[in-house]
């Protein structure tokens, strides 16, 4: 079983899921496309950090690692269940790209979703401190409400195109312990239902 757990940088995607790791049922592994991507961006075109690799690699290089980031998440699975955490969106030099072409999510098939959001504003700061963590850009609160409503839409075309199911998840600020339990409930009834065919 995959699971995949979207939403823009700064969102809290890997606050919520460590923190629903206490209300799980089940066993899952959780896995970060960038982090695979990067070692293979690394070892092919030099790489030093993630944010190079939207910085640096033309969209057909960033494409070419991510079907290979693809494959390998997709063989984890028969080991585990697999959280994902990953972007569906990307900001690169050349503009708007996605995160997972069609190919590529035809060979994952997830079985769910979970898109966190938050308030642009609240995104904002978030990125200012990570800035001296990560080095990530900064951007202004439209084009955050664009990538997080490109984020949205595309997790439509699962649902019409895999039957994956969705669940929207609002990591509102001082609220990490209701927005992880929200989606420990997702991931729980998703196994269980599972389970049950």
């Known amino acids: 079983m995959i699971v995949i757990v979207v939403g823009v940088p700064g969102v809290g995607k890997t606050s919520v899921i460590n923190e629903a790791k206490k209300n799980l049922k089940y066993e899952f592994k959780v896995v970060n496309t960038g982090d695979i991507m990067f070692e293979l961006a690394k070892e092919k075109y030099n790489i030093n950090n ?3 690799i939207r910085k640096k690699l033309t969209f057909e290089q960033q494409k070419e690692i991510q079907k290979e980031a693809i494959k390998r998440i997709k063989k984890m699975e028969k ?13 690169s030099y050349e503009g708007y790209i996605p995160g997972m072409l069609r190919d590529y999510a035809e060979i994952l098939r997830p079985d769910g979703i979970a898109v966190i959001i938050s308030d642009p504003d609240k995104i904002f700061v978030r990125r200012l401190k990570d800035i001296q ?3 990530r850009d900064i951007e202004n609160l439209k084009r955050i409400e664009i990538q997080q409503n490109l984020t949205i839409y595309f997790t439509t075309i699962f649902m019409f195109e895999y039957s994956t199911i969705v ?3 609002n990591n509102e600020e001082g609220l990490l312990e209701e927005s ?4 420990a409930e997702f991931l729980n009834k998703l196994k269980e239902s599972k389970l049950n065919k």
């Open 133 to 135: 963590i990560r080095g």
């Open 180 to 183: 992880a339990k929200k989606f």
């Open 50 to 52: 993630r944010d190079e």
């Open 79 to 91: 080991e585990s269940d697999i959280i994902l955490d990953t972007h569906l969106v990307i900001e």
């Open 167 to 169: 669940e929207v998840i």
